[in-house]
């Protein structure tokens, strides 16, 4: 089975307020042009949450820290 990565242990690893990264990935998941892996990988009603080593990951780490 794959490792999970939740937004919760992201956050902490960012030192980021999980609100805040709540409201940036929201931004840019609206933006599928900019953002298409992390659109992809966006299902509704389901918590955040990427498979370790995804391109999702390495775009919501880098859409997170900005």
């Given at each position: 089975m794959?490792?999970?990565i ?8 960012l ?5 805040e990264?709540r ?5 840019a998941?609206s ?9 992809k990988?966006?299902k ?9 080593g ?13």
């Open positions: 794959s490792d999970i939740t937004l919760k242990a992201l956050c902490e690893e030192k980021i307020d999980p609100r990264a409201e940036r990935l929201r931004a998941v933006d599928a042009k900019a953002n298409p892996e992390l659109a990988a966006r509704p009603r389901t918590p955040w949450q990427w498979v370790k995804s391109k999702a990951l390495e775009s919501a780490k880098s859409v997170i820290s900005q």
